[in-house]
């Protein structure tokens, strides 16, 4: 299949490339280093030092004997993506080429501004490009658990059978979520939602939860093929934010009351979940949206399991509640279904305690290069 | 009160901008002219000539001895936006600063790209000005029944409590558009509904039926001030198209079956409405939701009306259906509620015979202007 990764420098996009291309597929690997950009402004650089795309996809042909093409363009500017979608009609598009953090987007007006901007046009010019260029094409589309935030009810996948006065009908499920980045996944979703009715686009939309892990097939050929790692308070999320400060010897910083649950997933299981939505496309006028994630989790159970875990590799860490710097909730009714992806064929890797010693391992190579100090909050909004 | 309507040059702008003066209060006007720009380069100018924003705030002070300030200023625009903020602190800003077409947002990816930056940066910019420049500001926003599209249930004010699987929460009642213009202020909503939650912000978004008329109190004064009356398949609605119809002796064009039902309003009750929504604000962290409409209709039935109409001023008029150039249902359920404004104190004024024949009198004044064919659909997306 012909495949376009937008986003495919990103943590996701990077590894979800090379196992497109290891698979062979034809891949084009599109980026234009929002994310490292945005990551040098606010001092937030990942901990091992990433090649550049180019630099990744020669020393990863050299490797595997595969090609990922490589495109430096930014999704947001049509002039740039149209040309590409034009040349490559693709099959597939994976899109996860959207400004990333949650933190980032609180951070003032401007970072609001850019993210809301990125993340919309970048969604809109996948549509326009898929339906002038590859109106077929399977758009596999990266959103987020979040953009359902925490509601009293059972979270379905994406859809809701509403009886109300005695007549029914079925919506998107309701969504309200906790920061700007995440209310833009919900607009993405609308936007692609009325271009799908409209023009009879194909999509799947992936509610992603966080993702944790360093090792996947293609990139533990190699260091410098390893997905960008980020473990401060703004890119990193919490797991490797805990990992980071179990090997730093400094105590997990766990959100206020630590109740906070959500999906998790490993890296693996994120490729393993693309590649079945791609293995399995939808019909033409079809949103079909997938619950992404394996298993819930609170805080402050992440947090013991990273205590546990680096007990078993001889670090000694404590865990501490600090004020939340966010607005939610830190004790909340929590049951999200996640049928759709096991039902294509996933096979969960969970967060246990192997998993967890590994990556600490992965992480204590690098312990001269980590600043403990960036995994603390410096971006607040409550 | 120290007021700013953004859009002040608009059909709903510019009567509000004069209403709200007229009561005393002081008042900015603020537009830079999008849709006059947009409806020259469509072929699409209004009926009547229209002076500019300065020529009519003039002529409205020189006879009603009251200022309405005019800016000429881009909403999308923050660097525009945030100096007149700062210097003015409104109490209440009522946010029209949209671009108004659906038929405009279907017409082209420009089009498209240009409607969702337009109205969600000005949005976005508003939700900032007041954020940091005046916190306790109410902000007045212009949304549509269109939001809601055409469910299965009733339609709710804005919120709908779901019980699901023995557990209740309450949520923005569901919405999906029927165009990207309306998918906008979708995305509208789902911003400020955010920030209201994150700043405590005070919002009431205003879900508009199509509105109709030409008479205000303060418009009637002088034919130059009148709003600006669009009666093309672009930037006119339906009872505007019908009446022009009329008047230029061609048959009034429905959409296909004719069924398609909406809430209408006279242009009279959008000032009440937007006047009564000024004076009962709403709590710091609080999106009020009202619908505002006082009639639901459906096309043939406003048709049937016109032709009745126009009958009792001696013009003789032919319905007929000509194939839809939007993708929507042609015969639905539809049963909104609109208690809100009611029971704020709204008097309706309703689609009568008088009002149309009014109506009537007022566009064959101008019956050389009229370019007919203006009025057939140009813009498809069925």
Known sequence: MRIIVLGGDGYLGWPTAMALAHRGHEVWALDNYLRRNLARETCSEALMQNPNLHDRADLFA???????????????????????????RPEAVIHYAEQPSAPYSMMSFDAARVTLNNNLNATLNVIWGVVQHSPACHIIKLGTMGEYGTPNIDIEEGWIDIEHKGRKDRFLFPRQAGSLYHTTKILDTDLLWFYVRLYGLRVT??????????????????????????????????????????????????????????GYLNLKDTLQCVELALNNPVEAGVLRVLNQFTEQLTVTEIAEKVRRAAGQAGLE?????????????????????????????????????????????????????????????RVRWN
């Open 317 to 377: 860490v404590k865990v501490e509640s600090i004020p939340n710097p966010r607005k939610e909730k830190e004790e909340h009714y929590y049951n999200a279904k996640h049928h759709g992806l096991v039902e294509l064929g996933l096979k969960p890797h969970l967060m246990t305690d192997e998993v967890l010693v590994d990556m600490l391992e992965r992480v204590a190579k690098h312990s001269g290069q980590i600043d403990a100090r960036k995994v603390l909050p």
């Open 62 to 88: 050299s490797l595997s004997g595969r090609k990922i093409e490589v495109e430096i363009a930014d999704c947001a500017d049509y002039r740039q993506l149209s040309p590409i979608f034009a040349k490559v």
């Open 205 to 262: 939309d992936l509610m992603q939860g966080p993702v944790y892990g360093l090792a996947t097939e293609a990139a533990d050929q190699d260091d410098r093929l390893a997905p960008n790692f980020h473990y401060d308070d703004i890119f990193g999320t919490v797991v490797n934010r805990f990992l980071v400060q179990a090997v730093a010897g400094v105590p997990l910083t766990v959100y206020g009351k630590g109740g906070q649950t959500r």
